[in-house]
Every structure is written in structure tokens, then in C-alpha cells.
């Protein structure tokens, strides 16, 4: 038990915070639409403050007031833009200068200033209560909840092997109904993937989320429990996050899926996804590797092992071909974190 469970705590009273984590294709943009679709709920885009902008882990110290306008309207892009497809910072800077108005020179911290824009962007839409859905802040929940000690987590858990197949074809993404990818992010996806790597930031990412299965501020999702029976779930996260429920939040549309095309006019939960790496698409290696190397946080979290039967020669190659794409890896991401040997440190973790 972590030294921030079973205490109580008061909400911040300048902005509520919702954090959707977890590991990546477990089901955190789903759970984030779903919650934005509460009226008083505004879900931002994948931000990856925390890490990339600003490393969490920092001791936190005042910044100047033109780097300060840098960073919020560098967010307006992110939010705006997309993450992918940021570009020129100039256009958003009166805007961001008057975001910060209000803000001490003293107190304009880095975390302060995001706070800041959080607050004035769900504002724009009507919106008091905010929900960022970046699966990698499930590595900083401790540092995070010592930033925000009413902030509410949803730690997204979704069975290996599924995560796998999705990231194995998250780079053919563009093809799938998806607006124009970036080709340098298609290159860096397919790079990512390997099964070991897959398995390793499962492992990681859940032994994260599981320090904190007692807190009162953390609440576990299996996402098959989730698309098995919605309003049921969703009905205990609203509950644990102080929200009223209403059954227009299962209105989503089913778009995102590495496994199929999208359906944007489709909505609502599509129970038919959980297990799709039992259909195909993984080989027997790959589900042999999986299992392996995640099997005690398969056995937690109530996934069973199947049986199979690899050839030994081709665990061999794929040993092999993960020392090269681990370089590649390492190339592709250098830029998406603040400190890299801190972030590389906390994914490997076994």
C-alpha cells in the first residue's frame, strides 16, 4: 500500500482533473471520449505535458514570461493542431499571453501554467471539470497526484496480446479511415513495434498502475470489462470521479481501431473486440513472447494463458531483430521526452 492510500483529499479548487492512463491501445481515447461526453467534462487531446513538455519528476521553478507564452500557446497548437500536426507557435501567442494575465509571475511554474490553460480552454466550451487522456502518465500518477491531490485517475487495462496485435498494425493506421498520418510518425510506429518492446511497456505500464490499486484517487478498468457490460462501468467511474451519470455518454463513435476500418456514423461500445488476437494476425512467436514476458500481470488482472506452440528458430530471429529496431526506437522517440534514460528507466522495469 502506497503512502497516498486510503487518506482524504480536497478536489483543487482552481480546476478538476480526470486522468485517463494506461498503456497505449488499451482502450484511453474510447474511455476519454465517453467522458467527454459528459456536459460538464471537457476531454483534451493527447497533450504529453507531463514528460515531454515538462519533465515531472523536476522540482518546479518559475519561468519567464515569454517562455511561459511559449508553452500555452505551444498547448493551443498541440490541442487545436493535433499532436502530429503542430506547427508555428506565433498565431496562438496574444491569446496565450492573455491566458496568463491572471497568473503571478512568482507562481508561473511550468505545471501552474498548464494548469492555467486547461482551465481556460475547457472554459471556452462551457466546461468545468478536465480530462486528459495520455496514456503515459500512468509512469508519473505519484507525481502527479502530489501536483493535484484531488486529481482522479482511470488506469485503462486491456488483455496483452490485444494490445500487441494493435500496435502491430497501428502504423497501417492511415489506411483504416484515419486523416492523413504524418510519414515520419508511420515510420516511427512501424519502428516501435516488436514483441518484446509491446511486452515490456505492458509490464511496466501495469506494475505503475498496480502501486496504486489501493488509492482512493486510482480506479482500475479492464477494457473487456468495460465493452462486456458499458453502462454498468461507466456508471462506477462516474460515480468514483463524482459525476451524474447520463446513457449519451456510450454514444461514441467507433473510430480508432487498428483492426478495423472506422465507422464515425457507428456508435456506442462494440463488444465484439475484446480477443481479437485470437482470429489472427499474431503469430505463434509473438503471442509466446507476449505471454511470456507478461505473465504475471496476466495472471493479476484475470488473463489466461493459452497454449502454443512456437518454432524455436523464429523466437531466435525475433531476439535478433529487436536489437536493431531498439536502436531505431531510440532515434524515432529521443524528441518526445524530456530526459530520456529517466523514461527508458521506467519502462523497463519488470
Same mark, same amino acid.
Given at each position: 500500500?502506497? %503512502?497516498? !492510500?486510503?487518506?482524504? *483529499? ?10 485517463? *492512463? ?8 474510447? &474511455? ?22 515538462? =519533465? ?6 518559475? &519561468? ?50 498548464? %494548469?492555467?490553460?486547461?482551465?481556460? %480552454? ?10 486528459? $487522456? ?19 485517475? *482511470? ?93 449519451? &455518454?456510450?454514444? *461514441? ?37 507476449? $505471454?511470456?514476458? !507478461? ?7 484475470? =488473463? ?47
Amino acid at each position: 500500500m502506497t %503512502e497516498l !492510500t486510503k487518506t482524504t *483529499v480536497q478536489n483543487d479548487p482552481d480546476v478538476q482533473i480526470i486522468l485517463v *492512463v494506461g498503456n497505449s491501445r488499451s482502450g484511453t481515447t474510447m &474511455m476519454g471520449r465517453i467522458l467527454g461526453k459528459h456536459k460538464s467534462v471537457f476531454t483534451f487531446n493527447e497533450d504529453h505535458f507531463f514528460e515531454e513538455l515538462w =519533465y515531472p519528476e523536476e522540482n518546479p521553478q518559475p &519561468m519567464g514570461r515569454l517562455d511561459a507564452v511559449k508553452l500555452v500557446a505551444r498547448l493551443f497548437s498541440i490541442q487545436r493542431d493535433g499532436y502530429f500536426y503542430q506547427g508555428d507557435i506565433q498565431k496562438y501567442m496574444d491569446e496565450a499571453e492573455r491566458v496568463l494575465d491572471d497568473l503571478d509571475s512568482s507562481s508561473a511554474t511550468p505545471p501552474r501554467v498548464f %494548469e492555467a490553460f486547461l482551465k481556460y %480552454e475547457a472554459g471556452r466550451y462551457g466546461k468545468n471539470i478536465v480530462c486528459l $487522456q495520455t496514456p503515459r502518465n500512468v509512469y508519473y500518477i505519484r507525481e502527479i497526484l502530489a501536483l493535484h491531490p484531488g486529481a482522479y485517475f *482511470v488506469n485503462m487495462i486491456r488483455d496483452p496480446r490485444d494490445v500487441l496485435l494493435s500496435q502491430k498494425r497501428r502504423w497501417l493506421g492511415r489506411f483504416s479511415g484515419s486523416r492523413k498520418i504524418p510519414f515520419f510518425h508511420i515510420v516511427r510506429t512501424w519502428a516501435d513495434y516488436h514483441p518484446i518492446t509491446i511486452s515490456m511497456l505492458w509490464r511496466s505500464g501495469i506494475r505503475a498502475g498496480d502501486q496504486f490499486t489501493d488509492s482512493l484517487r486510482v480506479f482500475q478498468v479492464r477494457f473487456e470489462d468495460l465493452v462486456n457490460a458499458p453502462q454498468e462501468m461507466i456508471q462506477k467511474i462516474c460515480t468514483f470521479c463524482n459525476l451524474a451519470y447520463h446513457p449519451e &455518454m456510450l454514444m *461514441v463513435p467507433q473510430v480508432g481501431s487498428s483492426n478495423r476500418t472506422d465507422k464515425p456514423d457507428q456508435m456506442g461500445i462494440d463488444a465484439s473486440v475484446p480477443s481479437r488476437w485470437k482470429q489472427g494476425g499474431l503469430t505463434a512467436a509473438e503471442i509466446h513472447i507476449s $505471454q511470456m514476458m !507478461t505473465q504475471n500481470g496476466m495472471a493479476r488482472h484475470n =488473463y489466461i494463458k493459452e497454449p502454443v506452440s512456437p518454432n524455436p528458430l523464429a523466437i531466435l530471429v525475433s531476439g535478433i531483430a529487436w536489437a536493431g529496431k531498439s536502436i531505431l526506437v531510440l532515434i524515432f522517440n529521443r524528441h518526445r521526452v524530456k530526459n530520456l534514460f529517466s523514461a527508458i528507466r521506467k519502462r523497463l522495469v519488470k
